[in-house]
């Protein structure tokens, strides 16, 4: 069974900064490509960056690149996102997936709050 639990989320003020943390269990994660995701209120899931099984390769949505930063650490199953310069629009709920196959995978879920 796959699992995904992310932690670090939380309030910050704009300009501050937080580091959010995503740990899988379950499957061997170092041969997947991982990402993160982000849902405002009354908005669509939208993509925030992405890395490569090896780490090599990142990717980032245009709103976020220079600001936030994408890792992984295989030896603890685990990928990262530290987020810098945080905006009040940056605030929604962070989902970190994988795709197994065919199946996406999502944990639960970590609120980011960015106050003005």
């Known amino acids: 069974q796959v699992q995904l639990v992310e932690s670090g989320g939380g309030l910050v003020q704009a300009g501050g900064s937080l580091r959010l943390s995503c740990a899988a269990s379950g499957r061997t994660f170092s041969s997947y490509a991982m990402g993160w995701f982000r849902q405002a209120p009354g908005k669509e899931r939208e993509f925030v960056a992405a890395?490569?099984?090896?780490?090599?390769?990142?990717y980032y949505a245009d709103s976020v690149k220079g600001r936030f930063t994408i890792s992984r650490d295989n030896a603890k199953n685990t990928v990262y996102l530290q987020m810098n310069s945080l905006k009040p629009e940056d605030t929604a709920v962070y989902y970190c997936?994988?795709?197994?196959?065919?199946?996406?995978?999502w944990g639960q879920g970590t609120q980011v709050t960015v106050s003005s």
């Open positions: 890395i490569s099984w090896s780490g090599g390769s990142t």
């Open positions: 997936q994988v795709r197994v196959g065919v199946q996406d995978y």
